[in-house]
Nanobody, 126 residues
């Protein structure tokens, strides 16, 4: 099983980026799909999740990105996305995609995700 994250890069504050995550040997439809990020010197933190299709495919966001980021999934392509708009310097981090089948009460918990991508760097300049 492999998750491959891509789409990171360098962008100015106020700009946009779209991250993608593609799964191999794993059917994403049945999984909760999350994005986490880790800034230098900080712990990895929850960014957003979209629940499994069987649970309605609902998005949940961290307060810090609500209204600016949009998470989505395309089950036909076995992919997930994170559209990031109005980026701020504090969004600078390595972004990781993850997949899990945990209960809804644990969807923001890093430890509840079984599969992880390798991370993609997002740098927002001021």
């Amino acid at each position: 099983v492999q998750l491959q994250a891509s789409g990171g890069g360098l962008v100015q504050a106020g700009g946009s980026l779209r991250l993608s995550c593609t799964a191999s040997d794993l059917t994403l439809r049945n999984h909760n799909l999350g994005w986490f990020r880790q800034a230098p010197g900080k712990e990895r933190e929850f960014v957003a999740v979209v629940t499994a299709s069987s649970r309605g495919g609902r998005p949940v966001y961290a307060d810090s990105v609500k209204g600016r980021f949009t998470i989505s999934r395309d089950n036909s392509r076995n992919q997930m996305y994170l559209q990031m708009d109005s980026l701020k310097p504090e969004d600078t981090a390595v972004y990781y995609c993850a997949a899990g089948i945990q209960v809804l009460s644990a969807i923001a918990m890093e430890s509840a995700y079984r599969y992880w991508g390798q991370g993609t760097q997002v740098t927002v300049s001021s």
